[in-house]
Every structure is written in C-alpha cells, then in structure tokens.
C-alpha cells in the first residue's frame, strides 16, 4: 500500500513540475539561436527531491509541451531530453552531495547535455553544416539561459532545504521497486 500511495504521489509531483516548466518556458528572451528560458528551473528542482526518472519525465513533459506550444520541436523536444538528462545527473548527484551543489553542477552540464541534443538535431535535420556550427552559435543563449536558472535552481532548493527539509530526506523507490510492481 506504501509503494502505491508512493507511486500516486510520484506521478502527481511530475505532473505538476512538468506543467510548472512549461509555462515558465513561456518567459523568455529571444536571441539568434535558442530562447532562453526559465523551464529547467522546475527540472532542477524535481532532481533536487525525486528519483532520477521522475525528473526526467518532467523534462520530456517540458520538450513536448513547450514544442506544441511554440512549434519549435527541433529545437525543444531535445532540449527537454537533454533537459532531462540533466535531472537525472541531478538526482544522482543529490543523494551524495548536497542537494543545492548538485543543482549547480546540473545546471552547468546543459552544456553537454541541453546544447548537444539540440546539436545534434540540428545538424541531423541539415539545420547547421555540422555539430560543431551548431552547439558554437547557441553557446549564447544557453550560457544565458544557464545562469539564470542556476541562480533561481539554487535558491529554490535552498529555501525548500531550510523550510521543507523532508522533501530531501523522504524514502526514494528502490530499483527493484519499479522493475516489480
């Protein structure tokens, strides 16, 4: 009954994060190539106090939504994947260091992550000659977009550290978990 109620809860947190991060995906600044925005804010944060997948759900919930919403999804559903990728980074992180580093550290592997899936696509789709024309012309914008959500990232999960501490410290699924429900 535990792992159920768990379960209910899981899917409930990611709903409401991954709504969270598309409409924040709504406030953004416009350059050449890429928007940035404020939608891995709720990424990080879900990372910050949930399992792995979870967190990555709410990213690919972030890349759907925000490519329906702005038909942009070369450039977003990627971002949300590699978005995700980031959480779960984050997640993995969080359980052995604390939780404000590890949104710091993910946050800044959306270098690796959020601009090369988006690379990638581009380059697959004849976008951009190549990766490396690619992922060079959107370091702008995702340096951007990268500071600011560090900035509110850690604040966010240093203000729910202080004031709501057992949402770091509830139990998490164990793998056997979920591969046996």
Do not use: E, Q
């Given at each position: 009954m535990a792992y159920?109620?768990?379960?209910?809860?899981?899917?409930?947190?990611?709903?409401?994060?991954?709504?969270?991060?598309i409409v924040l995906s709504s406030i953004r600044v416009s350059f050449p190539l890429g928007n940035p925005n404020l939608g891995s804010t709720p990424v990080s944060i879900a990372a910050a106090a949930s399992p792995g997948l979870a967190a990555f759900a709410v990213g690919l919930i972030k890349g759907v939504g925000v490519s329906l919403w702005t038909g942009q999804a070369l450039i977003e559903i990627p971002?949300?994947?590699?978005?995700?990728?980031?959480?779960?980074?984050?997640?993995?992180?969080?359980?052995?260091?604390?939780p404000v580093l590890a949104v710091a550290v993910g946050q800044l592997s959306r270098?690796?992550?959020?601009?090369?899936?988006?690379?990638?696509?581009?380059?697959?789709?004849?976008?951009?000659?190549?990766?490396?024309?690619?992922?060079?012309?959107?370091?702008?914008?995702?340096?951007?977009?990268?500071?600011?959500?560090?900035v509110l990232s850690a604040a966010a999960v240093a203000g729910l550290r202080r004031f709501y501490p057992s949402a770091f410290k509830g139990p998490r699924i164990p793998p056997t978990a979920v591969a046996n429900p």
């Open positions: 159920r109620n768990r379960r209910s809860y899981l899917l409930i947190y990611v709903a409401v994060f991954g709504a969270l991060s971002a949300g994947i590699g978005d995700g990728m980031m959480g779960v980074l984050t997640s993995r992180l969080s359980r052995k260091v604390n270098y690796l992550f959020t601009s090369g899936m988006i690379a990638v696509s581009l380059a697959l789709s004849k976008s951009y000659p190549g990766f490396l024309d690619a992922w060079i012309a959107m370091i702008p914008a995702i340096t951007a977009s990268i500071m600011v959500n560090l």
